[in-house]
């Protein structure tokens, strides 16, 4: 095995484990997540700021799913949306130790793009 082939596949499972966390980890612990959910998204849609959370929740764990189906097409599509997602939490979050480390995790999203 190459040591591309390698390096794809601890930062494909890497990614995955991160969202797959973040994303259970909504519905064990929504209290410790509900207090990052923007003021702006309470009531969008008709839908409550626990809601959003549950959806992120799911969202972030279908993400991590779709990264570790081995097609292509399949992993390009988590990764723009894990990209987006990222991109979201960042411009929501702003300039601070999440941010940071969200702009590393977003980065990896990006060059995994590439290696796909």
Not at 22 to 47: C, N, Q, T
Not at 60 to 75: F, N
Not at 81 to 100: C, K, P, R, T, Y
């Amino acid at each position: 095995m190459s040591r591309t082939v390698i390096a794809r596949s601890i930062l494909i499972v890497g990614i995955a484990f991160v969202f797959l966390y973040f994303g259970i980890e909504k519905f064990v612990h929504p209290s410790f997540w509900i207090v990052w959910m923007p003021d702006w998204m309470d009531g969008l849609l008709g839908l409550t700021l626990g809601s959003w959370l549950s959806i992120v929740g799911v969202t972030e764990i279908v993400i991590a799913l779709l990264l570790l189906i081995p097609v292509r097409i399949v992993r390009q599509v988590a990764v723009v949306l894990a990209s987006l997602h990222l991109f979201g939490i960042v411009m929501e979050v702003g300039w601070n130790d999440v941010g940071v480390r969200d702009i590393g995790l977003l980065l990896m999203t990006l060059s995994l793009w590439f290696l796909i």
